[in-house]
């Protein structure tokens, strides 16, 4: 069966679909785009997702494609179309086509979306898991406003080729002063030497992931103590666990960062109680 994408107004075959030469998320990469994941026939966290869509729409002054009840039908659709039950979609947002120029076009020209959906296999997924991975550290060198979720990810891309050559899964982004900031694509997490679970303020600096939000949501009624406090790289050599969150994975255990082994090296039993908990707290909702 063909894969299909949603384009501009049109269910189209994966592989023909195209947009404009003269789009601004291609040319300027003035657009941005959300990631959801899709777990035995429910999209899990929507709400959040498009909530956190329309901070980012907002924040680059673009407008809505459509209403927001026409696009979950879409998502809907293209999910159906494609047959994913398990899996993700993606959706993107961009400022629309124009002729090529800084600044912004018409106002009354029409954005562009585009909605994609495939099915994943969860067999890498449970390894890493069950075995946990590797992270490198790289120095912040991404601009200012990471908390929108912009399609402009070129440093991001770097850091995760950086990391792959080195044999590592995720790259960690440290400011100036030694302090975690975030994974290439995942907020980062750590369990101190007193059981609390910390992670960076997302007020600046980071993006507010909708996975971090709800794993708050899910820590509650397991007892476990939050901060929402900077740490250190330091701090984070020293943890009892190290886990990144993100959609598509919610939670990986992280056993070493710059070839140093975080606590003994296994994934721990907080990072597991967090992911086991997950689907049974998160948003649920039906395709």
Not at 109 to 136: H, L, Q, W, Y
Request: glycine share 8%; proline share 5%; with cysteine.
């Amino acid at each position: 069966m063909p894969r299909i994408a949603y384009v501009n107004g049109t269910y189209v075959r994966h592989a023909e679909a195209a947009i404009h030469v003269e789009d601004r998320g291609y040319q300027f990469a003035d657009g941005v785009y959300e990631v959801c994941e899709v777990r035995h026939g429910f999209i899990i966290d929507l709400t959040r997702h498009l909530d956190r869509l329309g901070r980012s729409l907002g924040e680059l002054r673009i407008g809505w494609p459509m209403s927001r009840a026409a696009l979950i039908h879409v998502i809907r659709e293209v999910l159906r179309r494609n047959r994913v039950r398990n899996g993700l979609f993606y959706l993107q947002v961009t400022r629309g086509v124009a002729r090529r120029d800084h600044v912004f076009p018409d106002a009354d020209t029409p954005p562009s979306i585009v909605v994609t959906a495939k099915r994943t296999d969860p067999g890498p997924i449970a390894r890493k898991n069950a075995e946990g991975i590797s992270a490198i550290t790289v120095p912040e060198n991404r601009w200012d406003r990471v908390d929108i979720k912009s399609v402009g990810l070129l440093p991001n891309v770097l850091a995760r080729q950086q990391a792959k050559e080195a044999g590592a899964q995720e790259a960690i982004f440290v400011d100036v002063d030694g302090m975690v900031k975030e994974g290439a694509a995942t907020n980062v997490w750590i369990v101190d030497r007193e059981g609390t679970l910390r992670t960076r303020p997302a007020e600046s600096g980071i993006l507010r992931g909708v996975t971090r939000t709800t794993l708050m949501d899910v820590a509650k009624p397991l007892g476990l103590a939050i901060e929402e406090t900077a740490f250190s790289v330091e701090e984070m050599l020293a943890a009892r666990e190290v886990f990144i969150t993100a959609a598509t994975s919610i939670c990986f255990p992280v056993v070493s960062v710059d070839g140093k082994t975080i606590g003994n090296g296994h994934p721990g039993s907080i990072a597991q109680n967090i992911r086991e908990a997950f689907f049974d707290i998160a948003e649920k909702t039906v395709i």
